[in-house]
């Protein structure tokens, strides 16, 4: 055997190295082995929390979109709810108008009818004072007649006289 100086066999001291070596290379590789599967627990596990994540975000977008939803529902009902009552307002207003020029047409259709009356009457009369000057201007002539006549009588008597 190969002994050297000191009284160490360099076979032994070889033998043990590489024995030393390989189980060193065991333990690294078992370390390795343990670390990978950590990492690929890790991996995994962070995955899983990536997913939740995921989900919790999906969830959190979802619950925002119906709570916008209802949002904007609601702000439709309000809206529809100011313009029924905006046209209520409209109607009522545009039926007081209609109402005051109603009224603003039978008053003046009350004046007409008033001037119209008065005319009529002035016109009545009229036409009675012309009735009534016909009539005593004929009963004048009447007269005027009669009193013709009583004077041809009278001038006829005195030319028979």
């Known amino acids: 055997t190969g002994k050297s100086g000191r009284g160490v066999d360099v076979g032994d001291l070889v033998a043990t190295t590489v024995g030393s070596l390989e189980r060193r290379a065991a333990l690294l590789e078992r370390e390795l082995d ?3 599967s950590a990492g690929d627990a890790a991996a995994t ?7 939740a994540a995921r ?12 709570r916008h939803a209802e949002e904007v529902s609601s702000l439709r009902a309000h ?14 207003s ?14 003046l259709a009350d004046e007409r009818d008033a001037v119209v009356e008065e005319r ?14 016909l009539a005593n201007a004929t009963a004048e ?3 005027h007649a009669r ?5 041809d009588e009278i001038a006829a008597a005195l030319r028979r006289e």
């Open 141 to 143: 002539a009447a007269r």
């Open 94 to 107: 545009v039926s007081r108008q209609a109402e005051a020029a109603r009224a603003a047409l039978r008053d």
């Open 120 to 133: 009529a009457a002035a016109v009545s009369a009229a036409a009675a004072e012309r009735d009534a000057a």
């Open 34 to 36: 343990v670390a990978r």
């Open 55 to 66: 989900k919790d975000a999906e969830r959190v977008v979802r619950s925002e979109r119906a």
């Open 79 to 92: 809206a529809a709810k100011e313009l029924e009552e905006s046209l209520r307002s409209v109607h009522a």
């Open 45 to 51: 596990k962070l995955e899983f929390a990536e997913a």
């Open 147 to 151: 009193r013709a006549a009583d004077a």
